[in-house]
């Protein structure tokens, strides 16, 4: 089945230890995307990847690393997590290498920084 | 001022009736994307368009470039209709002419009553 993965779904942890969430796609998608969803502000574009190896900032990218070592995988690293990262992140690919593509989204993960 | 403004935020309307959900951007733009958002929180891509109009079953989206304006219909309405449906861009770099990011609207909630 075609996909976007997400792994954890829900994670509590506190300021400051390190996380990843990982994001995996099946679809041969060359462009992946990283979005943080939060209450009046909706959906904001924190990282993207056009291709391996080439990655770019979104809108909010402050606190945030990616990586794009393989076409399949696009984790998003917390180096220092903050309580302010609290929020629904979700990752999306799309068969092209721009935003102007069907997205296809995971199916989230909630992250609480205490 | 956000780039991307949909109206109304809420609407509530009763089973059968014919919904109107208005989305208006102040950049340019290489593609128009509609979405929608479950109530679990899954977020599934409606359209995707540059032009002109869409339909899919009972939901149409047109959208104008020149008045940079884009609305989605639903014909007929039904209580599984009911989500949050986001209206997001992709801007078109004006020098660069590259598309890579994505906007997104706050969103407008839909509950529709049986």
């Known amino acids: 089945e075609a996909q976007v993965t997400q792994n954890p779904r829900y994670l509590i942890t506190v300021t400051g230890k390190k996380l990843t969430v990982t994001c995996s796609q099946n679809m041969n998608h060359e462009y992946m995307s990283w979005y943080r969803q939060d209450p009046g502000l909706g959906l904001r574009q924190i990282y993207y990847s056009m291709n391996v190896e080439v990655t770019d900032k979104g809108d909010v990218p402050e606190g945030y690393k990616v990586s794009r070592k393989e076409k399949r995988n696009f984790p998003l690293i917390l180096e220092s997590p903050s309580p302010n990262q609290t929020s629904l992140y979700f990752c999306?690919?799309?068969?092209?290498?721009?935003?102007?593509?069907?997205?296809?989204f995971g199916p989230g993960t909630r992250l609480t920084v205490l | 001022k956000n780039e991307v403004e949909q109206s109304p935020q809420n609407l509530t309307a009763q089973e059968g009736e014919f919904i109107t959900i208005n989305c208006s951007y102040s950049?340019?733009?290489?593609?128009l994307h509609w979405l929608q958002q479950h109530p679990g929180g899954g977020i599934v891509s409606l359209f995707m368009l540059s032009s002109g109009k869409k339909k899919h079953g009972r939901l149409i989206a047109t959208i104008n470039i020149q008045e940079k304006h884009s609305s989605l219909h639903i014909t007929a309405s039904h209580p599984r209709d009911s989500a949050v449906y986001i209206c997001a861009v992709s801007p078109r770099h004006e020098y660069m002419n590259r598309d890579d990011k994505i906007i997104f609207g706050k969103g407008t909630r839909l509950h529709i009553l049986p």
């Open positions: 950049v340019g733009i290489s593609a």
């Open positions: 999306a690919s799309s068969r092209g290498t721009s935003g102007a593509d069907t997205q296809y």
